[in-house]
């Protein structure tokens, strides 16, 4: 997801994996699990470091420390709220001498730390204290906003910045500002109660403590951006998170998590609707039902899972799109608002710069100060090759998920323009397969979902020219080939949808003779610049049977390459055979596991009736759940076998929560349930459903088709299927349970 060109270190050198994430909307919080906020500018690595508070790709607050009588803290402990709303920290005193020069041993006070968002930063401090003389403490509270943009935090070397504005201190108020190269005045306020005496910068709070009592102190911290007076120009202005008026008063701290909590559990619940034999497999879907729900922003085209946190908190559209897919058969909200937002952005004209050509959908939405003004090309950028093509194949999944005839008939222009982008922009040399080259030197080199550097190689290790023709991005065309042609005949269009149907044809056909490689047993990953095939044994050749694109008889050798020691590490399929040139289980895209990856190949196994290798992945992605923190898949982890390994090793600067990561859990288990929903006919089908290793049972509990809703219980048999029992549904809904399929 990174620009390598703009951003020479793509993580930053900040790769630690202990730290805590909150989420409201545009709004994000990074922290380590002592609450501290500590981005200091005394070096370039403590400015670099993820901590802060963020804003639309600019952080907001850099720091946020507490102290007590000029001595630090001890961590205790923390916990995280089950919604994922919300973060506690337990600490104490350091040994201390208060303000009349009573000593404190360590340990005497005890300090809990209770933070979440909800339209600003609520942080409120309670001090006990558990000593036998009273406390004299001075708590001191050091804040400030260095107002960077995130790709200078990732390492980009800005040629121009805007203006530290003075900092205001006004009643219980500390005030930072930033004017913007472009035209904007950033603000950061944070407030405190009981108000402090400033000292240098420094808010003093001066607590008399007896024993056994507490206090507390309450921080509230609220962003806006707004256009000056001289900006004729800009867009996107007028966003806060808090104030609307500044004179208006804040909520309290109560009423604010009120109202975070009920927004965390409405998009909850619309995934919550599974319950198992097996307390740790509802704490994996409740973990990522939780993640997505924390990803989900509420746009004005309506909710939009944002890619991950820290780096990629913004729009992606490949990302929004599998998120979408993933979840689609438990919850259309999401895909019908990342549909949305999508044609809205949609490409209009040529522009070399941001990789955009008519009809090209949406890569990646930045709005720092760097992406506004050019100097990344993140702004509005379009240098993806499978978000157009995957954009109609979820529209087309969509229609039959939902029959929402209306959305689909707003959405067909966007479907066309997308289709016709792959004729005239998608195919550059007319050979009927979609490549990719980036248009600028600013652009992504490689650009499909495996878009570090060295992602596309031979078999010798020599990276790849472009333009590059990825396999499964020609699976996808043929999905969105497909799509098109149904949703054009049922919409009554003057498209040829016949033509389209035999096109994607003859595409599978043309795919199996470039790439299918009999040495291997797979399909290649790519054809390279002079159209010779790119020999190399990949996960990517795995996304072809979810999309219809790989040929039958192909099948009982494609997936037992998938299977073997050299791409099936344990805890998932590799991206890359361990006898890779480049392979390195260490590496982003080169050896590592991915689970939305995983989950592509997992739900094309069953759908081509190879239900135990949808078992088996789903069970492996399960069994690594339970080795990270809260059950929470990160974006990736490392390729090491788990021969060698008694838990998943950790990639370290891996995003955490993401959106198709937590998305993976539920399409993995559909592919092992068998569900289809066709609510135009008012029909759910259940196609050879088996259950992952470990389940008895499993229950699905008010599923939509439609109007209609659902509930299904399935009981694990002794040979690894499942016997389904209809335990509730409308009568117009139409139940077909099949077992026709063999089980391999």
């Not at 497999?281 to 746009?299: C, M, V």
């Not at 991950?308 to 998120?323: E, N, Y």
């Amino acid at each position: 997801m990174a620009n390598e060109e703009v951003v020479p270190n793509r993580f930053g050198p900040d790769t630690r994996h202990d730290f805590h994430v909150l989420k409201d909307g545009d709004l994000f919080a990074v922290f380590p699990a002592s609450g501290e906020i500590n981005a200091r500018d005394a070096t370039v690595a403590e400015a670099r470091s993820k901590d802060g508070l963020f804003f639309r790709d600019t952080r907001y607050l850099s720091r946020l420390s507490l102290s007590i009588n000029g001595t630090g803290l001890i961590e205790l402990g923390h916990d995280a709220r089950p919604d994922d709303a919300g973060f506690r920290s337990d600490l104490a005193n350091s040994r201390l001498t208060d303000r009349l020069g009573t000593e404190f041993l360590d340990f005497e006070l005890h300090i809990r730390r209770e933070r979440f968002l909800s339209d600003g930063l609520y942080d409120q401090i309670e001090i006990s204290n558990y000593g036998t003389e009273t406390a004299e403490l001075d708590i001191v509270i050091e804040c400030w906003a260095d107002f960077r943009d995130i790709f200078e935090i990732r390492g980009a070397e800005p040629t121009e910045r805007g203006d530290a504005l003075p900092t205001a201190f006004e009643g219980s108020e500390i005030r930072f500002g930033y004017a913007t190269a472009d035209g904007r005045t950033l603000s950061t306020r944070v407030r405190l109660d009981p108000a402090p005496r400033f000292d240098s910068g420094r808010a003093h709070v001066e607590l008399s403590l007896p024993p056994k009592a507490r206090r507390q102190i309450s921080c509230t911290v609220h962003v806006s951006e707004e256009a000056r007076e001289t900006d004729t120009g800009a867009e996107d202005v007028g966003a806060r998170h808090g104030w609307q008026d500044p004179t208006h008063p804040t909520p309290s701290f109560a009423e604010a998590k009120t109202a975070i909590t009920a927004r965390m559990n409405d998009r909850i619940d619309r995934l919550r609707r599974i319950r198992t034999s097996r307390p740790s497999f509802d704490a994996w879907l409740s973990r990522s039902a939780s993640d997505l729900a924390i990803l989900t922003a509420d746009l004005p085209t309506g909710p939009y899972p944002y890619a991950g946190v820290p780096w990629f908190s913004v729009p992606f559209g490949r990302d929004g799109l599998i998120a979408a897919l993933q979840t689609l058969w438990l919850d259309a909200g999401i895909a019908a608002g990342v549909l949305d937002f999508l044609a809205a952005t949609q490409a209009t004209k040529v522009d070399a710069f941001c990789d955009a050509e008519p009809g090209k959908i949406l890569h990646e939405h930045r709005n720092g100060e760097l992406a506004r003004t050019g100097a990344v090309p993140f702004h509005h950028y379009y240098g993806g090759i499978d978000q157009t093509l995957l954009f109609v194949v979820l529209a087309h999944a969509y229609w039959t998920r939902t029959g929402d005839r209306d959305r689909l008939h707003r959405l067909l222009p966007a479907i066309r323009a997308a289709m016709d982008w792959a004729t005239v922009y998608g195919d550059r040399d007319g050979d009927g397969f979609i490549e990719y080259a980036r248009s600028a030197e600013t652009g992504l080199k490689n650009q499909g979902w495996k878009d570090s550097e060295d992602a596309v190689f031979h078999a010798d290790g020599t990276l790849c020219v472009s333009p590059v023709a990825l396999v499964e991005v020609q699976g996808y065309y043929v999905a969105a080939l497909r799509a098109a042609a149904e949703l054009f005949a049922a919409f009554d269009t003057e498209d040829d949808a016949k033509a389209l149907r035999e096109r994607a044809d003859t595409l599978v056909e043309q795919i199996d003779a470039a790439y299918w490689d009999d040495t291997l047993g797979t399909y290649c990953i790519a054809l390279d610049a002079d159209d010779q095939p790119v020999r190399v044994s990949t996960s990517n050749a795995g996304h072809l049977p979810f999309f219809g694109a790989a040929l039958p008889h192909r099948l009982p050798r494609l997936f037992p390459t998938l299977t073997d020691a050299r791409m099936l590490s344990g805890w998932g399929i590799r991206t890359v055979a361990t006898d890779g040139a480049r392979f390195n289980p260490m590496g982003y895209h080169n050896g590592s596991v991915w689970p939305h990856d995983n989950s592509l190949i997992a739900a094309g196994a069953a759908a081509c009736g190879h239900t135990a290798l949808a078992r088996q992945i789903t069970t492996e992605l399960f069994d690594a759940s339970c080795h990270f923190p809260e059950h929470r898949l990160p974006e990736l982890w490392c390729g090491l076998s788990r021969q060698e390994t008694a838990q998943p090793v950790a990639f370290p600067s891996a995003c955490a929560p993401q959106a198709w990561a937590a998305g993976a859990a539920f399409l993995c288990l559909n592919a092992c349930l068998g569900i289809g929903i066709d609510a135009r006919a008012s029909r759910l089908r259940i196609a050879d459903p088996v259950l992952p290793a470990g389940l008895d049972w499993l229950e699905v509990t008010g599923l939509a088709v439609g109007d209609c809703r659902a509930s299904l219980m399935f009981r694990a048999r002794e040979d690894g299927s499942a016997n389904v029992e209809i335990v509730d549904a409308d009568d117009a809904l139409e139940i077909e349970v099949t077992s026709t399929r063999a089980r391999r």
